[in-house]
């Protein structure tokens, strides 16, 4: 039961992570749109 819990909780964490970065790569190329050269800046690194 403890193992399922835990397969449960830790594909949980990957979707969540996941659907996180998502949303914030989102939100920074809103960002970048109003500030090129930041967004290419960052981009080189």
Known sequence: MARINRT?????????????LLIQLFNYRQYSSKFPLLYSVDYCI
Do not use: D, E, Q, R
């Open 8 to 20: 449960f909780v830790l594909t949980l964490l990957i979707a969540a992570s996941t659907i996180f």
